[in-house]
């Protein structure tokens, strides 16, 4: 039989702590293993094979980006958009030559962990330790993150778990799995290794190694999610989170500082980190990360600063600009300034959330080789950028990496979940303020009960956090405006007008829900006679419903303002509009680019309103 050459990633060097990133990711290595009887049975072999792996993944790097925020509605065209860009951003058929078609680097990923997969000896033990568990979970976590980013972009792929090794093999008709069998698969495939660490390789160039691997219980949360397991994904991500002592506010949170605001209108531009949202992998926010080269010469350099920023590489003619959807999202939202000398008092701030003007912020040109943040330079008012102004910068590229993980991330996620498990309340206070406390039952305890919505006051060194929206709005929890309201929704009772839900909350309008079959639906009240005990249990029913959306509601546009442009959007409308069996709801969001006041994109709409116009078809 053919004997058949696997390239692996030669990283000697990096072992010895003398290579960068992009150096040891680099599979230019002319070091080759015979793949029919080579068996990996080292820690060598294990590192060479899993830092070949992470390469592949710089492969597909940009492209999962693009197709997971392009689509959304958080982006827009411009007149130095590339028609392969283009076509993205409007939804149109794509080219025959659009490289988003090809899904060619998705595989080499899955066939190289397949590969791993089928050689790794499992039977090594050392000090009664299966030697190779970490890398093997590792592994398994980059081939179900990888599946999972294929099917939702290309709805139903083909689907494999052994090793490409011949043509005939490649030439197979391989059954094609959609995203309730690529969930279910690698559900059950990660769970034997929800315990288990990431391998530790040690620092390289500066930055944790294991900071380059996606963690088993957050890709298990992300599946779980997907397919609608509340439960099961609120235990995921609250269980990494309290494990790993993460807490919601870390570095990123933008504060005013100084008593001046007392007598300002306008944040000052110097009042916040100039830089805005520039992270580095090796910042408490980062939780997993792909590593980039910064030139090309050194390996895998991602383009994606010279498409959503003005660079030199690019003349300033960057390649998308900024919806005036994300603009308007932002400008409505209430930034409350608390008093350093008055706890109590409040200012309210003209300029809204933070997070876009932190994410998108305007740069002056010193020379050709130097440029300064445009923060604080002329005068003391916020830069009000207009999504056509050739100078902006998207600092989340500033750093050249991608990020997959980061806390803001994992804590909305983690209150998407618990708000549908009906826990919408406790959603909320994800949101907005959080307190972290001891756990009254160590490792069996909730979350919410070791991070609680209720103020804590006690000497345990507990510390009161900020909620995911005072990342970019301030405290909070001192703005009164920013609440769970049932204003304008009510059930009527049409003999004894109108049924008090509470002592101050009302309802205002004339249908109620009924139990049929188990399911319930609207329609209209033709009984004169309001059932106590029943038809009450349906208006907790509905008042629930409501809730519950309104919250979602509440987490969707964080998540715009939290994590725009890293590749999530498309996808959170997606799972959105999945669960509420309604295709509308992502068509309008997308079809809105235009901002509130501009009329509706209806070609786009009347395309999206189609699931099956979701897809990238192949």
Request: hydrophobic share 40%; glycine share 6%; proline share 3%.
């Amino acid at each position: 039989m053919k004997r058949n050459k696997i390239v692996y990633a030669f990283a000697f060097l990096a072992l010895m702590g003398m290579a960068s990133c992009e150096d040891m990711l680099d599979t230019g290595s002319t070091m080759t293993q015979d793949a029919d009887s080579h068996a990996l049975s080292s820690a060598a072999d294990s590192l060479y094979s899993v830092v070949g792996i992470l390469s592949k993944v710089q492969q597909l790097a940009d492209q999962n980006v693009l197709l997971g925020e392009l689509r959304g509605d958080l982006v827009q065209a411009n007149s130095y958009t590339d028609s392969y860009l283009r076509e993205l951003i409007e939804h149109q058929d794509l080219s025959l030559d659009n490289p988003m078609l090809n899904y060619s680097a998705y595989y080499e990923v899955i066939n190289n962990c397949n590969y791993y997969l089928s050689k790794v000896d499992t039977a090594i033990i050392v000090s009664n330790q299966q030697v190779m568990l970490r890398e093997i979970a590792a592994v398994k976590a980059i081939r179900a993150w990888t599946y999972l980013q294929l099917v939702l972009a290309y709805k139903e792929v083909p689907f494999m778990v052994k090793p490409i090794l011949t043509v005939p093999e490649a030439e197979k008709d391989y059954p094609r799995y959609d995203l309730a069998q690529v969930c279910d698969y690698f559900i059950n495939d990660l769970l034997p290794y929800i315990n288990t660490k990431s391998p530790v390789y040690g620092a390289i160039y500066g930055y944790p190694s294991t900071k380059m691997l996606f963690p088993v219980k957050l890709v298990l949360g992300d599946l779980y999610l997907w397919s609608q397991q509340y439960n099961r994904a609120y235990d995921m991500y609250s269980a990494y989170l309290y494990e790993n002592s993460i807490m919601s506010t870390t570095n990123t949170v933008a504060e005013v500082v100084g008593n001046a605001m007392d007598s300002q209108n306008e944040i000052p531009r110097g009042s916040i980190n100039s830089l805005g949202y520039y992270f580095m992998p090796d910042d408490d926010e980062i939780i997993a990360f792909i590593p980039m080269a910064t030139t090309k010469l050194d390996g895998a350099k991602s383009g994606l600063p010279n498409i959503f920023s003005a660079t030199k590489e690019n003349d300033g003619q960057r390649k998308m600009s900024p919806s005036q959807l994300w603009q308007d999202l932002g400008k409505a939202q209430m930034y409350q300034y608390v008093s350093p000398t008055n706890a109590t008092k409040m200012k309210e701030l003209s300029c809204g959330d933070l997070r876009p003007y932190a994410t998108y912020g305007a740069v002056s040109y010193i020379d050709e080789d130097t440029y300064i943040p445009d923060f604080g330079v002329s005068d003391n008012l916020w830069y009000e950028f207009d999504v056509n102004d050739e100078k902006l910068v998207n600092t989340k590229y500033s750093s050249g990496h991608i990020w997959v993980y980061r806390v803001g991330t994992v804590y909305l996620r983690m209150a998407e979940a618990l708000n549908r498990m009906g826990r919408f309340s406790e959603a909320f206070h994800v949101l907005k303020v959080c307190t972290q406390i001891e756990p009254n039952d160590g490792a069996d305890a909730t979350f919410m009960e070791r991070y609680s919505p209720v103020f804590y006051e006690g000497t345990k060194g507990n510390v009161r956090l900020k909620g995911i929206h005072g990342r970019g709005c301030g405290y909070s929890e001192k703005d009164n405006d920013y609440t769970l309201t049932l204003a304008d929704y009510a059930v009527t009772d049409i003999k004894t007008s109108t049924v008090s839900l509470s002592d101050t909350t009302y309802l205002h309008i004339t249908d109620y829900v009924s139990d049929v079959d188990d399911a319930y639906g609207w329609e209209v009240i033709t009984d004169s006679v309001w059932n106590e005990t029943e038809d009450t249990c349906f208006v907790e029913r509905i008042q629930k419903d409501f809730l519950i959306l309104q919250v979602e509601d509440l987490i969707i546009d964080e998540m715009a303002l939290e994590t725009a442009f890293e590749g999530h959007r498309f996808y959170d409308l997606m799972r959105v509009a999945i669960r509420r069996n309604d295709p509308e709801y992502l068509a309008e969001k997308i079809a809105m680019r235009g901002g509130v006041n501009a009329p509706m994109d209806q070609t786009l709409f009347d395309r999206l309103k189609l699931q099956d116009n979701w897809y990238i078809k192949k």
